[in-house]
């Protein structure tokens, strides 16, 4: 979510959705992003025409897109100022049982006066949802210690992802993270191991995502025509033989389901992952079921200056697969985070046409100094013959036919060891 500028005759404020509240319900948004705003005045704003999306009217029940403008009336809070006989409501805090207030401090790897930022483990939802009664969402209260306000989400992880889980702890701190995600300018790594070993081990996947008809929502597939525009980088850490690999990914969007989707899509599924691998996602050899896929890395400016830079432990069953698969931990944080992101499609496509301009654009200036050049010699010897054009062959400038503009790209990482490419060991004593 990113606030942009509020209309200075009526006071109403404008919100553009970000990657991460993709594809949900408006009384949703408002409750993770002004949850001081009751759903009744939501539903009345809706019902008087003052709640817009991207224009037109909007109900409380609309699903939401990345990139749509929410128009929104002014906080509730000036107008109960305006009434002083009208009581302010109040959130009431949730009581916690000690295992839950302990669990929820357990999760806790970084602390700091604007922000948290947790590990949460497999197997816990971020939000509720239908039959979800524990999640991180229901368990903040017990990190609002003696702060007025309770601590927000700013992003959210699946279910059966583990790893490092960014909460604000002030609703500017809330604010200034939800731009920083919408504006792709933090960097989340993961850590997955996947089944077989992609053929190239260092690539960007670009596959659009949309929700699969028929599965309520709860599903995402390829969708050449209707999808999203989704971005993946991957690189190759480890790998044992042909059977898995160890990767590291980068989201550049933040798409639902988008890492799970986009491995599986190029044939090498994350391991446990059932619902998009099926039944080829689970390995043999006493290897976990559960999901193999672990939030292991989260950058981000931090609102006071400087950056919040935090690596998240691996949960039991992760690590104890990398050890049977004969992986050593140190060589994933050995690699080294690219400060930029690597270019998309269509800027390749971009310089690459631009180059090939200048190239022809070059050729073109030869061609007419050369010509001026020849023109002088036919003055200067009245009997020589006519040239038939440009000189070709070994010796000359036109000779050689160019095989097209050079295009940058990423090298392969052989196996994934900084400072070089190697050839996978083979023989008995490989892994």
Do not use: C
């Amino acid at each position: 979510m990113t606030a942009g500028k509020s209309d200075s005759d009526m006071g109403f404020r404008e919100f553009n959705v970000g990657f991460d509240d993709d594809g949900i319900r408006l009384d949703r948004w408002f409750k993770r992003h002004l949850p001081d705003t009751s759903y009744t005045t939501v539903a009345m704003w809706a019902r008087t025409g003052q709640l817009r999306v991207d224009g037109a009217r909007a109900t409380p029940g609309d699903r939401i897109a990345a990139g749509q403008m929410l128009r929104v009336p002014p906080p509730e809070a000036d107008k109960a100022a305006a009434d002083p006989d009208k009581p302010k409501r109040v959130r009431e805090r949730v009581i916690l049982s000690d295992e839950e207030t302990e669990l929820a401090q357990g999760m806790v790897i970084h602390k700091d006066f604007q922000a948290f930022v947790l590990n949460k483990p497999p197997g816990l939802a971020t939000q509720g949802g239908t039959k979800t009664t524990q999640h991180v969402d229901g368990l903040l209260d017990a990190l609002q210690y003696d702060n007025e306000g309770r601590p927000k989400l700013v992003h959210r992880l699946d279910k059966d992802t583990s790893g490092a889980l960014l909460v604000a702890r002030t609703s500017r701190a809330a604010a200034f993270f939800a731009k920083a995600f919408s504006g792709r300018t933090a960097r989340k790594v993961y850590w997955a191991l996947v089944v077989d070993v992609p053929s190239i081990e260092d690539g960007m996947i670009e596959l659009p995502i949309a929700k699969q008809p028929g599965t309520g929502g709860e599903k995402m597939h390829i969708d050449e025509a209707e999808g999203a525009p989704a971005r993946t980088r991957y690189r190759v850490i480890e790998r044992a033989g042909n059977r898995a690999a160890w990767v590291e990914l980068q989201p550049f969007t933040g798409r639902t389901h988008q890492l799970r989707v986009h491995m599986a899509a190029i044939g090498h599924p994350i391991v446990g992952d059932g619902k998009y691998g099926g039944a080829a996602a689970f390995l043999t050899g006493g290897i976990s079921r559960k999901m193999h896929l672990h939030a292991r890395r989260i950058k981000v400016d931090h609102p006071d200056g400087g950056s919040i830079d935090v690596t998240a432990g691996l949960p039991t069953h992760f690590e104890e697969s990398l050890k049977q698969l004969g992986f050593e931990e140190s060589l994933g944080d050995a690699l080294v985070l690219d400060e930029k992101t690597a270019p998309t499609r269509e800027q390749v496509k971009s310089r690459a046409k631009a180059h090939a301009k200048s190239v022809r654009k070059e050729r073109r200036g030869e061609r007419r100094g050369r010509g001026v050049v020849e023109d002088k010699k036919v003055a200067a010897k009245p009997g020589a013959p006519k040239t038939g054009g440009p000189r070709t062959g070994a010796g000359s400038k036109f000779g050689a036919p160019r095989s097209g503009p050079r295009v940058e790209g990423a090298k392969p990482t052989g196996r994934g060891r900084p400072g070089g490419a190697g050839k996978p060991r083979t023989g008995p004593g490989a892994r």
